[in-house]
């Protein structure tokens, strides 16, 4: 009953707020850059490299009583020990232990193992009923190849869809989908910064899902909006841009609306381990939504379009013009 409260045919204006739109991308694209050169990224393990170990939570063990034993240590930089919940159906409360060591350059990649195998042994002679659920070490060269492999990737989807869209409709519409695309991962991040999330390699993965869905709904707009156009051949280029949007709104709504649903429940339920990667869809959704409808097919309208001299009544199911 409640899909019945929307209405059959929508007919918003979209294209009469674009320039209002503009400002708003463009401020949300100059703060984020500016968020991200004054805060950084909170790099995880991935990619700034160190250590973490998870581990059980035996009886009457704090997170103070581990950090006093890893800390104890004194070769070990950036220690953090949190509890969070597991993953699956018989999760558990866990310790997660993450840290540094102090050496620098090629030191560091023989020295992190080291350090991780020492806080194990540690952990272990401290509390004989602890169990060390997994342990990982990465060295700063391995994240840093890791980091550059992550940025390569996401240009390289870019570049992908800019060719693609070009080849599969024409250049306007490839510059306004490529144009919101890379609207829609900055902001990602500068929301990232602002937030300070661990941005890691799933993260990543976020973001690369990010660009596949935001495409796809930018796609079936410019669809439609090429459909139209074949059809009113005479009618301005904002109006039938808006029948478009109009026309698709229902169906963007709905699947948005149902993908954050799922979103939602994995970034409440999924543990640490997922909150990161579940943040950046659940804003990727609602940013790429927003970008599809105002963003791209702004720029479309703002660059135009060439019209096909292809007539009308050639066109399959042609019901005639208004």
């Known amino acids: ?59 009457g063990v704090s997170t103070q009583d581990i950090r006093s034993v890893v800390g104890g240590l004194g070769d070990l930089e950036d220690v953090n020990v949190t509890s969070a919940r597991g993953t699956g159906v018989d999760a558990e409360e866990i310790f997660v232990i993450k840290f540094k060591t102090a050496e620098t350059g090629e030191a560091a990649e023989v020295g992190q193992q080291a350090a991780n195998d020492r806080v194990r042994a540690a952990l272990e002679g401290g509390f004989p009923d602890i169990v060390i659920r997994s342990s990982a070490a990465v060295g700063p060269k391995v994240s840093g190849e890791l980091f550059r492999a992550g940025i390569t990737a996401l240009v390289t989807a870019l570049a992908l869809m800019l060719l693609y869209i070009w080849f599969r409709f024409d250049k306007e519409y490839s510059l306004g989908a490529v144009a919101a695309l890379t609207h829609d991962v900055i902001i990602t991040m500068g929301m990232f910064s602002l937030v300070q999330l661990e941005f890691d390699l799933t993260t990543i993965a976020a973001l690369l899902t990010i660009i596949g869905y935001s495409m796809n709904d930018t796609v079936v707009v410019f669809d439609r909006v090429r459909e139209e156009l074949r059809k009113y051949k005479k009618m301005p280029l904002g109006e039938v841009i808006d029948l478009a949007l109009n026309g698709t709104l229902s169906r963007t709504l709905l699947t948005s609306g149902t993908t954050l649903l799922a979103l939602s429940a994995i970034f409440a339920l999924g543990g640490p381990v997922l909150r990161g990667m579940s943040f950046a869809l659940i804003f990727g959704v609602i940013i790429g939504t927003y970008s599809s409808i105002f963003v791209a097919s702004s720029i479309l309208r703002t660059l135009g379009v060439a019209r096909e001299k292809r007539s009308p009544e050639d066109i399959p199911g042609f019901q005639g013009t208004q």
């Open 1 to 59: 009953m409640l899909l019945k409260l929307l209405p059959a045919k929508t007919r918003v204006g979209f294209m009469q707020y674009r320039w209002p739109a503009f400002v708003l991308s463009a401020i949300l694209i100059a703060a984020s850059i500016a968020v991200l050169s004054v805060r950084g990224l909170n790099l995880g393990i991935d990619f700034a490299g160190g250590s973490v170990i998870e581990t059980s939570v035996p009886d």
